[in-house]
T-cell receptor, first 113, second 113 residues
Framework: ETGVTQTPRHLVMGMTNKKSLKCEQH?????MYWYKQSAKKPLELMFV???????ENNSVPSRFSPECPNSSHLFLHLHTLQPEDSALYLC????????????FGPGTRLTVT | LAKTTQPISMDSYEGQEVNITCSHN???????ITWYQQFPSQGPRFIIQ?????VTNEVASLFIPADRKSSTLSLPRVSLSDTAVYYC??????????????WGLGTSLAVNP
């Protein structure tokens, strides 16, 4: 498989659940990103990993916990989310943190009930 | 931080040339201008990037005036498949730069038969 893949594509969870989003890139990139996309809002950068080290955390609530075990995989662990966390969560990758040339996955549509 | 402003929506017809303008009055000296395209249920896809004057590739042209406070994405002879949301992004390319990437709200382009 090529490009950036994300699983699951859709997720419905209650506020007390714990779930994880998975991202995998097959492009040989060394930087990966998590974004949140809500309706009528700009794309929000959540986390940046470069060479498996977290280099950016943009004031994201602790109920979102990222994990990057290697340069090809990125996870976003979710727990005790709020309804306002419902959004499309996008993963992206790039080479050498050239931030403007990113390759995005299809996203996970998350609904918190 | 460089903020971008673009029209919320545009309408066009097949075969026409479409020009989408983005304003970025606070663009920094080392910022590049990048445009992405996003279809429903997909992540954004890189279209074109430039720093000044004009850049052209197989899908679009990017015009940037001397003061760089705005830019225009030009799509020649659009087709129905060009119906999508187009995002203007202003930010640095250099790794290690701590300035955040600023995404616009996007322009929803509808191409009609």
């Amino acid at each position: 498989e090529t490009g950036v893949t994300q699983t699951p594509r859709h997720l419905v969870m209650g506020m007390t659940n714990k779930k994880s989003l998975k991202c995998e890139q097959h492009l040989g990139h060394n930087a990966m990103y998590w974004y949140k996309q809500s309706a009528k809002k700009p794309l929000e950068l959540m986390f940046v990993y470069s060479l498996e080290e977290r280099v950016e955390n943009n004031s994201v609530p602790s109920r979102f916990s990222p994990e990057c075990p290697n340069s090809s995989h990125l996870f976003l662990h979710l727990h005790t989310l709020q309804p306002e966390d419902s959004a499309l969560y996008l993963c992206a990758s790039s080479q050498d943190r050239v931030g403007n040339e990113q390759y995005f996955g299809p996203g996970t549509r998350l609904t918190v009930t | 931080l460089a903020k971008t402003t673009q029209p919320i929506s545009m309408d066009s017809y097949e075969g026409q040339e479409v020009n989408i303008t983005c304003s970025h009055n606070n663009i920094a000296t080392n910022d590049y201008i990048t445009w992405y395209q996003q279809f429903p249920s997909q992540g954004p896809r890189f279209i074109i990037q430039g720093y000044k004057t004009k850049v052209t590739n197989e899908v679009a042209s990017l015009f940037i005036p001397a003061d760089r406070k705005s830019s225009t994405l030009s799509l020649p002879r659009v087709s129905l498949s060009d119906t999508a949301v187009y995002y203007c992004l202003v930010g640095p390319r250099n790794a290690g730069n701590n300035r955040k990437l600023i995404w616009g709200l996007g322009t929803s382009l509808a191409v009609n038969p």
